[in-house]
C-alpha cells in the first residue's frame, strides 16, 4: 500500500510517500480502506518530534489519527462490524491514518454518520472528541451555564461552539474579525473580536472557559471566571499542570488540561448529533495524501477556518 510516513522527526520535507507493507490486524482490530483523513496539531507537532518523549525513536512512523473508509476484513473478536461497513474513527497512538490501509480497534469506531462524506466524517474524531470531552467530562457542562470559547473557528473550537451550544448553554466565541460571522453561523450567542477587545478584562463571567487554541492562561482567565468555574486547556504546558494539580485539592475554580480519549461510545454520541442536524463540520481545504507536505504547513499557519481534510482513496 501507499503511504505517508516519516523516518525521522523534523520539518515537512522529512514526510515521505512510500509503498509498506499493508498492517497486520489484531483480534480486536479492523483492516479499513482509508477513504479521507484529516489534519490535527497533534499530527505535525508528533513530526517535529514535540511529543518525542511519548513517540520515541521507533521509525518509519505512519501519523494521522482520523479515519473514514471502508472495513475490508475484521479480527476474530470483532463483533459490531463486517467487510464492507463504511466507519469513521480513531487509529491508536502514535497514528497510521496516513495510509491506503490502517488497523483501527474495533472500540474506538463506529459506522459512519449517513448524512456526511467520507471527507466530512474523516474531519470530526479528534478534534469533535476532545470538545467533548473537554465540556462534558471536565466542565461538567450543564444546560443554562455560561460557556466561552478561545479559538472558535478553529478545527477544535468549531465543534466546541457548536457541542456546548447542543448542551442548552450561552456561548460565547472568540475569534479574528474576519471569522466573526462564521462564528456566529456556527449558532454562538455572542462573539468577541480578539483583535479589539480582551475577553479576559472584560466584565461577564464564565461558568467554563475551553481555551481550544491554548493561547490564554489560567491566571488571565480566573477575573472572568465565576467563584467554581472552570478553566480547560488543549495544552500541557508547566503552569497548566501545576494549577491543575493545586486546584484539585481546593474549592473554588478548576483548571484542567484534555486528553482526547478516543472511543466509539462518544462516537456514537457525535453521530447521534450530526444526523440530528445539531452539528457539522466545516472544511476548508482538502488535500490529496501526496500533498500532505501542503497540509501541515496550512495547518501550521493557524490560518485555517475549521478542518483541513485528506483525501486518501476516492
Partial sequence: MKAMLIHGYGDVDVLKYEEVEKPKIKPDQLLVQVHASSVNPIDWKTRKGMLKILTG????????????GEVVEVGAKVTRFQVGDAIYGSTSFPGGAYAEL????????????????????ATIPLAALTSLQ??????????????????????VGIFAVQIAKALGTEVTGVCSSRNLDFVKSLNADFVIDYT????????????????????????????????????????PLPEVIFQSILTAFIP???????LENP???DLNFLKELIENGKLRTVIDRTYPLQEL??????????????????AVIN
Fill in 196 to 235: 479589539q477587545e480582551d475577553f479576559t478584562k472584560g466584565n461577564l463571567q464564565y461558568d467554563i472557559i475551553f481555551d481550544a487554541v491554548a493561547k490564554r492562561s489560567f491566571s488571565e482567565c480566573r477575573k472572568v471566571l465565576t467563584s467554581n468555574g472552570i478553566y480547560i486547556s488543549t495544552l
Fill in 57 to 68: 525513536n521507533k521509525f518509519p512512523l505512519i501519523l494521522g489519527f482520523d479515519v473514514a
Fill in 252 to 258: 473554588g475554580q478548576k483548571a484542567k488540561i484534555v
Fill in 263 to 265: 472511543n466509539s461510545q
Fill in 134 to 155: 473537554a465540556l462534558r467530562n471536565l466542565g461538567n457542562i450543564k444546560s443554562g451555564q455560561k460557556v466561552l470559547i478561545n479559538g472558535a473557528s478553529g478545527g
Fill in 293 to 310: 507536505t501542503a497540509a501541515h504547513l496550512y495547518s501550521e499557519s493557524e490560518k485555517a477556518v475549521g478542518k483541513i481534510a485528506i
Fill in 102 to 121: 490502517a488497523a483501527i480497534p474495533e472500540n474506538l469506531a463506529t459506522h459512519k454518520p449517513t448524512n456526511l462524506s467520507d471527507q466530512e466524517a
